[in-house]
């Protein structure tokens, strides 16, 4: 069984930053794909970013050039870098992690841009 733990998340000010991290632990034979989603007040689950175990990456067009996605294969440990955050990107931000025959989501983490 496959467990994620999440960090990073909290209170940031617009134009500020933080940087998500999503560990997996448990029996993992391989790891392929692993991504970042969110969840926003009164909206869908939507895709944020995702990264391949070779480490091609895809964004969202809201969050591109703005975030950073990456991946530590031999700590299975994925990274969102979020850079000049907006209020907009205010929601819960959940891991997902895609094995050969399996996925396990995170718990979820907040994340609230305010002033």
């Known amino acids: 069984q496959v467990h994620l733990v999440e960090s990073g998340g909290g209170l940031v000010q617009p134009g500020g930053s933080l940087r998500l991290s999503c560990a997996a632990s448990?029996?993992?034979?391989?790891?392929?794909?692993m991504g970042w989603y969110r969840h926003a007040p009164g909206k869908q689950r939507l895709v944020v970013a995702t990264?391949?175990?070779?480490?091609?990456?895809n964004y969202a067009d809201s969050v591109e050039g703005r975030f950073t996605i990456s991946r530590d294969n031999a700590k299975n440990t994925v990274y969102l870098q979020m850079n000049s955050l907006k209020p907009e990107d205010t929601a819960v931000y959940y891991c997902?992690?895609?094995?050969?025959?399996?996925?396990?989501w995170g718990q979820g983490t907040l994340v609230t841009v305010s002033s």
């Open positions: 997902n992690v895609v094995g050969r025959n399996w996925e396990v």
């Open positions: 990264i391949t175990r070779v480490g091609s990456t």
């Open positions: 448990g029996v993992i034979f391989r790891i392929n794909d």
